[in-house]
C-alpha cells in the first residue's frame, strides 16, 4: 500500500468528491450536512459521512441502510459518555453539542474501487430513507 499511496488517495479523493456532488441536494432541502473542508485545508478522503438532521433517528436509518444491504456505521462515542470516560473521566458542562452530533452522524461506505453506481445506490437509498424518518 505504501508504493500505491497517491493512486489510493487520488481514488479515495474522487470516491469523496463523487460522494460529495450527490449528496449536494438533500443538504440543500435540510435532511442531512455533509462535510466542510475550509479553503486553506486538503483532505486525503480517507471517510465521508453524513449529519443527520436534528430529530432523525440515526439508529433507524442506519438499520434500515442494513436492510437494503448498505453498510454504514455511526462514527464514534463521545469520550465523556463512554464506559472509559464516565469511569475516569470529568467534563465541564453537559457537552450537550457533542452528544447531539454523535448521535446524528453516520460513515457512509468507502473503499477503493467503490463504483460512480455504487455510490448512486447508496445516495439514493439513504435520501429515501432520510426523507420517509
Not at 458542562?93 to 463504483?115: C, F, K, N
Amino acid at each position: 500500500q505504501l508504493e500505491e499511496t497517491e493512486r489510493i488517495t487520488r481514488e479515495r479523493r474522487e470516491i469523496w468528491r463523487r460522494y460529495h456532488a450527490m449528496l449536494a441536494p438533500l443538504e440543500q432541502s435540510e435532511w442531512l450536512r455533509r462535510p466542510i473542508i475550509p479553503p486553506d485545508c486538503q483532505h486525503n478522503g480517507h471517510m465521508y459521512y453524513v449529519l443527520l438532521a436534528p430529530g432523525i433517528d440515526r439508529q433507524a436509518v442506519l438499520r434500515a441502510l442494513k436492510d437494503k444491504g448498505v453498510h454504514a456505521v455511526f462514527h464514534y462515542v463521545p469520550l465523556h459518555s463512554s464506559p472509559a470516560g464516565m469511569r475516569f473521566g470529568r467534563a465541564h458542562g453537559d457537552l450537550s453539542l457533542t452528544t447531539s452530533l454523535s448521535e446524528r452522524l453516520i460513515r457512509l461506505p468507502m473503499w477503493v474501487g467503490l463504483s460512480e453506481a455504487q455510490q448512486q445506490r447508496i445516495c439514493d437509498v439513504l435520501g429515501a430513507i432520510v426523507k420517509s424518518s
